[in-house]
């Protein structure tokens, strides 16, 4: 049965960093294109950024660019979300997702992970 396990949430403070990772299990996802979104807390889930197969090609939310960065390494079955800069806004509930379509978007993903807390204190 296909996974994504997220890892890397915690407590931060403003300006500090995480690196959050999701590891896939239970089938390869390195033909996929990966994303990440997020939760808070009273709010819909929103995008953040998304990554094709490839790694050739990123995506963000405005909200995120030039703070935030998503990698993939497919060796490893595993995707990244470097967060720098963090601001209290930033808190929220990450979620990693697969979708088996080639295009990079925001929307249309089928595998999604059970999420992991970030909270960013001021």
């Known amino acids: 049965q296909a996974q994504l396990v997220e890892s890397g949430g915690g407590l931060v403070q403003a300006g500090g960093s995480l690196r959050l990772s999701c590891a896939a299990t239970g089938r390869t996802f390195s033909s996929y294109t990966m994303g990440w979104f997020r939760q808070a807390p009273g709010k819909e889930r929103e995008f953040v950024a998304a990554i094709s197969w490839s790694g050739g090609n990123t995506r963000y939310a405005d909200s995120v660019k030039g703070r935030f960065t998503i990698s993939r390494d497919n060796l490893k079955n595993t995707v990244y979300l470097q967060m720098n800069s963090l601001k209290p806004e930033d808190t929220a509930v990450y979620y990693c997702?697969?979708?088996?379509?080639?295009?990079?978007?925001?929307?249309?993903?089928?595998?999604w992970g059970q999420g992991t807390q970030v909270t960013v204190s001021l």
């Open positions: 997702a697969a979708k088996a379509s080639g295009a990079v978007t925001t929307s249309g993903y089928g595998y």
